[in-house]
């Protein structure tokens, strides 16, 4: 493609609105455009990648066994009303109404669509498994768009879904398709983890997350330093062994903690650490409420509370509320006493010794206390985000924190929809079964912005050779000049020829000029006609090394396919 006949609108000042580095070299590259916010043109070079990216999950999807199709962005209402999800999705949930005054929704997601299709279409056992997958536009009203890409309100998805007789069935394809999404973004270049993951409103069970190592990402991903174990924060097991010191009980004792407000305060006042003591959190779990306990270093994680009550829903209670139920401001709550609700613990509630905790009073609390002697505790479960130095879940070294941006999710979602949907086939004995079904997505937009997250220097982007926009750039410094227009035009036709994806810098700019919008661009590898044109010497630079070598023109083909291979 010719420079000159193509639309990459570069910037040389970084938009005042782009916050991250992806944001920025996007918008600088002229590989997007921003048309509202959370809202995107892909511009000829982003689309070429995104093209690219979509080949690979073509490609790997295929090779799982899943087939394409496609369907439709505009969504029935009562579809979204027979899953429940309708009043339960939220805001971001896009909803409009016809000519009619019939009540549609634009594609966040496509479970009751594929559900439904299914659901008409399949009958039999014999028919199953099925795995069908798209790639299409979604649409989520997010709150707060911000960081390009990484979060907006329309983006091009990769979903899957997966049909089944049996759970061992669900198991084979859930794995085959785990590894195509370790494959997928092992052939962008991407540096990952796969990571164990909570359902939020997809439902299921079983699930992982694909994250891009950023630090940027939203997430926080909890690894080993010794092994492959990965877990988004929120579900990493705790798996530390809490001893009790082996001292006497002291006496239970109320103190006065006047303008104590946080666990530091009171411990510094009390002249103890925050191990020490006990911090109590008022939860509405469903339409009912619940006391959360947890050490003083310890933070409630509020998706293990949630799994282990099985519920729904699950929210702090705001100091209204909570002054409400429990008669004492939030400051001050402590288990001792409380009757009026169910009581559950971290483990690591159980070991401490002559501790302190609120004393459901302002300005008291109580020291000397001991769990069991001084509170009944309803139920002790692992209830506390895992923290770096904690031992791995798996027995092999620590736990390290690192930042990514969620990229790709595969979901175990079991009959949560074929039940609900009345999504069922008939078995071997002609009994009617519900469907067993999987999920899984992939972020292809937000894909590209993961890669120029990670590829990028103080220059510009550094596209990895699998999915920049082209392989190469061709740039004649001066196009009036006769023997480097000649010779440029010559390389330019020869090199499609032999099927190399080139960007031919023909315009009539300055040198510095091209050079600039080269390294923003970020093609692997730049091919520069200059004076030596009359000799047929031209310039090789590989972008991501800064290496470049003088090559004959009859050397250049063998010389730009073997620096290919080993980008």
Not at 64 to 84: F, K, N, R, Y
Not at 444 to 453: D, F, K, P, Q, W
Request: net charge negative.
């Amino acid at each position: 493609m010719k420079q000159s006949l193509t639309l990459i609108p570069t910037l040389r000042e970084i938009p005042a609105d782009a916050e991250v580095r992806s944001h920025q070299l996007l918008l600088k590259a002229g590989f997007i455009r921003q048309n509202a916010s959370g809202i995107y043109s892909f511009l000829p070079l982003g689309k070429r990648v995104l093209q690219k990216v979509e080949s690979i999950v073509r490609e790997e999807m295929d090779g799982a066994d899943a087939v394409e199709l496609l369907m439709p962005a505009l969504q029935q209402a009562e579809l979204w009303q027979e899953s429940g999800r309708w009043y339960s999705y939220g805001p971001e949930l896009m909803r409009l109404r016809d000519r009619n005054d019939r009540e549609f929704a634009l594609g966040a997601t496509h479970e009751e669509v594929i559900t439904s299709l299914v659901r008409d279409e399949v009958k039999s056992y014999k028919k199953l498994p099925l795995t069908l997958y798209q790639i299409q536009t979604k649409f989520r009203d997010e709150k707060r768009p911000r960081f390009g890409l990484l979060r907006g309100r329309e983006f091009v998805m990769k979903d899957a879904y997966s049909f089944h007789s049996s759970q061992e069935s669900l198991d084979e394809v859930y794995n085959k398709l785990f590894v195509a999404y370790s494959n997928v973004f092992s052939r962008c270049g991407l540096n990952f983890r796969a990571v164990i993951a909570d359902s939020g409103a997809m439902g299921g069970k079983d699930t992982h997350e694909f994250m891009v190592l950023s630090d940027v990402g939203e997430d926080t991903i909890a690894y080993s330093d010794s092994s492959n174990f990965a877990a988004n924060i929120e579900m990493a097991p705790v798996v530390m062994d809490y001893t009790r010191k082996d001292v006497p009980l002291y006496e239970l004792e109320k103190v006065k903690t006047e303008n104590q407000k946080t666990i530091e305060d009171v411990a510094s006042f009390l002249n103890v650490t925050p191990e020490d003591c006990i911090k109590t959190l008022l939860f509405k779990v469903d339409e009912q409420y619940v006391a959360v306990l947890v050490r003083g270093d310890h933070e409630v994680n509020d998706i293990k509370l949630k799994n282990l009550l099985e519920a729904s829903n699950v929210e702090l209670a705001g100091a209204e509320e909570t002054k409400e139920v429990l008669s004492c401001p939030v400051g001050s709550l402590g288990p001792i006493g409380v009757k009026e609700v169910q009581i559950v613990a971290d483990r690591a509630v159980k070991s401490v010794v002559n501790g302190v905790c609120g004393a459901n009073e302002e300005h008291f609390h109580f020291i000397n206390v001991n769990a069991d002697r001084d509170f009944e505790v309803n139920q002790y479960a692992d209830l506390r985000f895992i923290k770096e130095g904690d031992p791995s879940p798996d027995g092999q070294g620590t736990i390290v924190f690192a930042k990514g941006i969620e990229v790709g999710h595969v979901f175990k979602l079991g009959t949560r929809y074929s039940e609900a949907m009345n999504a069922s086939y008939l078995d071997e004995n002609g009994k009617s079964q519900p469907m067993i079904m999987g999920c899984y997505g992939i972020g292809v937009s937000r894909t590209l912005a993961a890669v120029a997250e990670q590829f990028n220097d103080e220059n510009g982007l550094v596209s990895p050779a699998n999915i920049a926009p082209y392989q190469l750039h061709l740039i004649a410094i001066n196009m009036k000049d006769e023997m480097q227009s000649s010779l440029a035009n010559e390389l330019y036709k020869e090199l499609g020829q032999n099927r190399f994806e080139v960007l031919f810098d023909d315009r009539q700019e300055r040198p510095g000029v091209k050079f600039a919008d080269s390294d923003l661009i970020g093609l692997p590898i730049r091919i520069t006609v200059g004076k030596k044109a009359t000799e047929g010497i031209v310039e090789v630079k590989i972008r991501n090394t800064g290496e470049m070598v003088e090559v004959h023109k009859d050397e250049l083909l063998e010389t730009v396919t073997e620096m290919l291979k080993n980008l």
